[in-house]
């Protein structure tokens, strides 16, 4: 059932992403987080001295999937329909069954009747011509011409068009029509988007065979072939057919025709009666922010075999967890309480047509109910309480008003792509003082942002007393808050090392956020820390493995790094796995001498998973980072031009290859390719920071320092352009200027260590010793246990 390669898309949301997206996916792919030369050649991280060996973890053992004695294969969904009636019709009328189709006079909502839409900086026609639908828009070079649409993509409450392009590419146009007002929109409004910006509808981060199409098909394989570089995209059938969710199902089919007592029923992982992992974990493959690690998924993996889902960091999420950027459903649910006490997608919402279980506030009152009991017995209802939810006595608003709707209060939510409201589901209880606090949006001051926020927050008071959310858990050592705790390690305040330390040695943390907070761990080094990252490493959750090789890598010294990490090179996980080989890479070939075979497995696993994606600019300069640290240098090149070639506006894979020229003895082949992309990118900080490192190998010193200024006026927030800059003042005698960028920086960013120990560096030299001790007091509130200041 395979279809013609004109159908070609990526994978995580429907259509054209907001720059935030583009630029989150791209730091997801890049795997190799830290590798990137022009940073590390010039960052100085002080590393904790060695501490006292903690015994390595054990290995996790796999849970072993349902075995079938030969792979199952895609069959046709109407063969579904004879034994699955109901089902099949319920999947009918949902928006999955219509999640993408052929363009028809039925199927296209838009208005194709020669309209002109004029946008921020371009305008567009929509018309209809021998029978096909077409729109005339600025292609890559800037110049207007008419491309077919291929697909529809969506329904509601927008329609995105999918349109054909050379190499069987399918690119989402940034024009969609809204199928409630009528009219057609752009999807990043204000943002100025022309044939020169990375986020124009020809570029890769609008091409929908790696960002969307994986969601909208079933059975879908991106087939890029480097050498043509063009897709052959493939999928079974056109919408997210029932084996999307439950795999192929040939030898269900042969079950049926003779069914027996197998409780898989012949399916690799029968969703019928699974654990809520496997089920959130289903849904997650395209119900979350993730990056794809092979080319399609297989059902009997975990999620962490065939993607890498973003923690919860602070650009996709607010401080206490709630959604910020568009990240979908995943990350909320698996951090909340529901899903702790064993709630699934599927006691919410029907699995087949996608719609809730029941209207208003119904759904929620199946636990939440005058009995105190939910719905299922293998839901935890500890903690229920027998009471009318749905009163004005509970939720103080009028019957039938949006204040009484549970939604309105512990799902509150944001619009997407404009018109696209989506509930944040980590079901969370409203808080407005402590919101305010915090800086964080909340329920009551978001509905009721027309009235004082301090009148808000003490009419809650008044109707809920003392809110469950502030009350402090019954210990003598009471775990923080998470939000709170996050505040603390992300700013920099007083007793951030402590709040993250006793926050994670909590049991009761959702992985995702204890994932979370191991990112946050290598910020503060110490002998706890170092402990408590070596801990998670043996965690059940493979998302707390990553984090936690992430973050050994950054606390424990190299020759410590071996040990703790090796039994994570056969991780059940394949996420894990990668990880942890990239991290072994980076020691000196001498600690690495007892476990070569061991990881070069694992590093040949790294490398298919960057060829697996060899459509992405970012995963090439992956496999260039991975040659150069495993002495291939000859391999090294193609990757970067390869990069380059995939997209070449990825300006970190140009300022690698001008690097990798110098070092070769080809200055002015660099010199001219830098040089080159300044012209083109005269905004870029990275390229003019780029420059200033490539002046100081010279002996340039002026010039350099001339081109580190203009590296922070263009990126006046990046912290490494700014600390580079300070270094490059001191050295040329400006002491009192280095100081001041590092003050500056160190104002935007307390957290910068390397900043901090820096400055107090310089300003010991001037002899400024009280400002050295107000510097080093502040990193002792922030971790006293900081290796730096037993050399005080």
């Given at each position: 059932m395979s279809k013609p390669d004109k159908k070609k898309s990526p994978n995580a949301?429907?259509?054209?992403?907001?720059?935030?997206?583009?630029?989150?996916?791209?730091?997801?792919?890049?795997?190799?987080?830290?590798?990137?030369?022009?940073?590390?050649?010039?960052?100085?991280?002080?590393?904790p001295p060695a501490l006292p060996q903690t015994p390595p973890p054990t290995a996790i053992k796999p849970v072993a999937p349902i075995k079938v004695d030969k792979p199952a294969t895609m069959v046709a969904e109407q063969q579904c329909q004879g034994c699955h009636q109901g089902q099949f019709q319920d999947w009918q009328r949902s928006h999955h069954q219509r999640a993408m189709q052929e363009p028809t006079a039925e199927t296209v909502l838009g208005n194709f009747s020669g309209v002109t839409f004029k946008g921020t900086t371009e305008t567009t026609r929509f018309f209809q011509k021998d029978g096909a639908f077409w729109v005339n828009t600025p292609g890559a070079d800037g110049k207007p011409a008419d491309f077919k649409v291929a697909y529809t993509f969506g329904i509601e409450p927008l329609q995105q068009y999918l349109l054909e392009y050379p190499g069987?590419?399918?690119?989402?146009?940034?024009?969609?029509?809204?199928?409630?007002?009528?009219?057609?929109?752009?999807?990043?409004?204000?943002?100025?988007?022309?044939?020169?910006?990375?986020?124009?509808?020809?570029?890769?981060?609008?091409?929908?065979?790696f960002m969307c199409v994986e969601c909208h098909t079933t059975g879908f394989k991106r087939n890029f072939d480097a050498q043509t570089d063009s897709f052959a995209s493939r999928w079974d059938a056109l919408g997210v057919g029932c084996q999307s969710c439950h795999g192929p199902a040939s030898k269900h089919l042969e079950w049926a025709a003779r069914p027996d007592r197998d409780s898989a029923k012949g399916f690799d992982m029968p969703l019928k009666g699974s654990d809520k992992v496997t089920l959130v974990e289903t849904c997650g493959r395209c119900h979350a922010r993730r990056a794809p690690l092979a080319d399609g998924f297989e059902q009997k993996h975990r999620l962490m075999d065939d993607y890498l889902p973003s923690n919860l960091t602070r650009e996709l999420y607010q401080l206490d967890g709630k959604i910020k950027d568009e990240v979908f459903e995943y990350g909320s649910?698996?951090?909340?309480?529901?899903?702790?006490?064993?709630?699934?997608?599927?006691?919410?919402?029907?699995?087949?047509?996608?719609?809730?279980k029941a209207p208003g506030n119904g759904v929620c009152l199946q636990c939440h109910n005058t009995a105190g009991k939910p719905t299922r017995p293998e839901i935890d209802g500890s903690g229920l309480q027998a009471k009318n939810y749905d009163s004005p006595e509970h939720h103080h608003h009028q019957p039938g008003t949006p204040g009484a709707q549970c939604t309105s209060?512990?799902?509150?939510?944001?619009?997407?792509?404009?018109?696209?409201?989506?509930?944040?589901?980590?079901?969370?209880?409203?808080?407005?003082?402590?919101?305010?606090k915090l800086g964080t949006p909340d329920a009551c001051l978001s509905c009721h942002a027309d009235k004082a926020s301090s009148k808000v927050a003490e009419q809650f008071r008044l109707w809920y007393a003392s809110p469950a959310a502030d009350k402090p858990a019954p210990s003598s050592n009471p775990a923080p808050r998470y939000d709170d705790t996050v505040a603390k390690a992300r700013d920099g305040l007083p007793g951030a090392s402590r709040a993250l330390h006793l926050l994670l040695e909590s049991a009761d943390l959702p992985a995702i956020r204890r994932a979370t907070l191991l990112a946050e761990l290598p910020r503060y080094p110490s002998q706890?820390?170092?402990?408590?990252?070596?801990?998670?490493?043996?965690?059940?959750?493979?998302?707390?493995?990553?984090?936690?090789?992430?973050?050994?890598?950054?606390?424990?010294?190299?020759?410590?790094?071996?040990?703790?990490?090796?039994?994570?090179?056969?991780?059940?996980?394949?996420?894990?796995?990668?990880?942890?080989?990239?991290?072994?890479?980076?020691?000196?070939?001498?600690?690495?001498a007892g476990f070569e075979s061991m990881l070069a497995k694992g590093l040949e696993e790294y490398e298919s998973v960057q060829l697996s994606l060899a459509e992405r600019a970012e995963a090439n300069l992956n496999r260039a980072l991975l040659y150069q640290a495993t002495n291939r240098a000859n391999e090294v090149e193609p990757a970067l031009r390869a990069a380059l070639k995939r997209n070449p506006g990825f300006l970190p894979a140009l300022v690698s290859l001008s690097q990798w020229l110098e070092n070769n003895y080809r200055t002015d082949e660099a010199r001219q390719l830098l040089d080159e992309a300044i012209r083109q990118h005269p905004k870029s900080g990275l390229l003019q920071h780029a420059r200033g490192l490539a002046?100081?190998?010279?002996?340039?010193?002026?010039?350099?320092?001339?081109?580190?200024?203009?590296?922070?006026r263009l990126s006046p927030d990046d912290d490494q352009f700014r600390f580079v800059l300070a270094i490059a003042l001191h050295d040329s005698g400006q002491?009192?200027?280095?100081?001041?960028?590092?003050?500056?920086?160190?104002?935007?960013?307390?957290?910068?260590?390397?900043?901090?120990?820096?400055?107090?560096?310089?300003?010991?030299?001037?002899?400024q010793m009280q400002k050295v001790q107000m510097l080093m007091a502040e990193l002792e509130q922030q971790n006293p246990d900081d290796p730096a200041l037993r050399r005080e």
């Amino acid at each position: 059932m395979s279809k013609p390669d004109k159908k070609k898309s990526p994978n995580a949301a429907p259509g054209p992403l907001a720059r935030r997206i583009y630029l989150g996916v791209a730091c997801l792919l890049l795997l190799a987080s830290g590798g990137a030369w022009w940073y590390v050649q010039n960052s100085t991280p002080t590393l904790p001295p060695a501490l006292p060996q903690t015994p390595p973890p054990t290995a996790i053992k796999p849970v072993a999937p349902i075995k079938v004695d030969k792979p199952a294969t895609m069959v046709a969904e109407q063969q579904c329909q004879g034994c699955h009636q109901g089902q099949f019709q319920d999947w009918q009328r949902s928006h999955h069954q219509r999640a993408m189709q052929e363009p028809t006079a039925e199927t296209v909502l838009g208005n194709f009747s020669g309209v002109t839409f004029k946008g921020t900086t371009e305008t567009t026609r929509f018309f209809q011509k021998d029978g096909a639908f077409w729109v005339n828009t600025p292609g890559a070079d800037g110049k207007p011409a008419d491309f077919k649409v291929a697909y529809t993509f969506g329904i509601e409450p927008l329609q995105q068009y999918l349109l054909e392009y050379p190499g069987g590419r399918l690119q989402a146009l940034g024009v969609a029509w809204d199928t409630q007002k009528k009219r057609w929109f752009e999807l990043m409004p204000g943002e100025r988007i022309d044939h020169k910006d990375e986020l124009h509808w020809t570029r890769p981060a609008q091409n929908a065979n790696f960002m969307c199409v994986e969601c909208h098909t079933t059975g879908f394989k991106r087939n890029f072939d480097a050498q043509t570089d063009s897709f052959a995209s493939r999928w079974d059938a056109l919408g997210v057919g029932c084996q999307s969710c439950h795999g192929p199902a040939s030898k269900h089919l042969e079950w049926a025709a003779r069914p027996d007592r197998d409780s898989a029923k012949g399916f690799d992982m029968p969703l019928k009666g699974s654990d809520k992992v496997t089920l959130v974990e289903t849904c997650g493959r395209c119900h979350a922010r993730r990056a794809p690690l092979a080319d399609g998924f297989e059902q009997k993996h975990r999620l962490m075999d065939d993607y890498l889902p973003s923690n919860l960091t602070r650009e996709l999420y607010q401080l206490d967890g709630k959604i910020k950027d568009e990240v979908f459903e995943y990350g909320s649910f698996v951090q909340s309480k529901m899903f702790a006490k064993g709630v699934k997608c599927t006691d919410c919402h029907n699995p087949h047509s996608g719609e809730l279980k029941a209207p208003g506030n119904g759904v929620c009152l199946q636990c939440h109910n005058t009995a105190g009991k939910p719905t299922r017995p293998e839901i935890d209802g500890s903690g229920l309480q027998a009471k009318n939810y749905d009163s004005p006595e509970h939720h103080h608003h009028q019957p039938g008003t949006p204040g009484a709707q549970c939604t309105s209060c512990h799902m509150p939510g944001k619009f997407y792509m404009v018109n696209d409201y989506r509930h944040d589901h980590g079901f969370t209880i409203p808080n407005p003082l402590h919101a305010q606090k915090l800086g964080t949006p909340d329920a009551c001051l978001s509905c009721h942002a027309d009235k004082a926020s301090s009148k808000v927050a003490e009419q809650f008071r008044l109707w809920y007393a003392s809110p469950a959310a502030d009350k402090p858990a019954p210990s003598s050592n009471p775990a923080p808050r998470y939000d709170d705790t996050v505040a603390k390690a992300r700013d920099g305040l007083p007793g951030a090392s402590r709040a993250l330390h006793l926050l994670l040695e909590s049991a009761d943390l959702p992985a995702i956020r204890r994932a979370t907070l191991l990112a946050e761990l290598p910020r503060y080094p110490s002998q706890r820390s170092m402990e408590l990252a070596a801990i998670a490493l043996n965690n059940k959750e493979p998302q707390v493995r990553h984090a936690a090789v992430e973050a050994v890598g950054q606390l424990a010294p190299p020759q410590q790094q071996a040990s703790l990490l090796l039994p994570r090179l056969s991780d059940p996980v394949r996420a894990v796995r990668i990880a942890t080989a990239w991290q072994l890479a980076q020691l000196p070939p001498q600690l690495r001498a007892g476990f070569e075979s061991m990881l070069a497995k694992g590093l040949e696993e790294y490398e298919s998973v960057q060829l697996s994606l060899a459509e992405r600019a970012e995963a090439n300069l992956n496999r260039a980072l991975l040659y150069q640290a495993t002495n291939r240098a000859n391999e090294v090149e193609p990757a970067l031009r390869a990069a380059l070639k995939r997209n070449p506006g990825f300006l970190p894979a140009l300022v690698s290859l001008s690097q990798w020229l110098e070092n070769n003895y080809r200055t002015d082949e660099a010199r001219q390719l830098l040089d080159e992309a300044i012209r083109q990118h005269p905004k870029s900080g990275l390229l003019q920071h780029a420059r200033g490192l490539a002046l100081v190998r010279k002996g340039e010193r002026p010039q350099a320092l001339a081109a580190f200024k203009e590296a922070v006026r263009l990126s006046p927030d990046d912290d490494q352009f700014r600390f580079v800059l300070a270094i490059a003042l001191h050295d040329s005698g400006q002491q009192e200027e280095a100081s001041k960028q590092l003050e500056q920086l160190l104002k935007r960013n307390p957290t910068n260590r390397s900043a901090r120990l820096t400055l107090a560096d310089y300003l010991r030299e001037s002899g400024q010793m009280q400002k050295v001790q107000m510097l080093m007091a502040e990193l002792e509130q922030q971790n006293p246990d900081d290796p730096a200041l037993r050399r005080e």
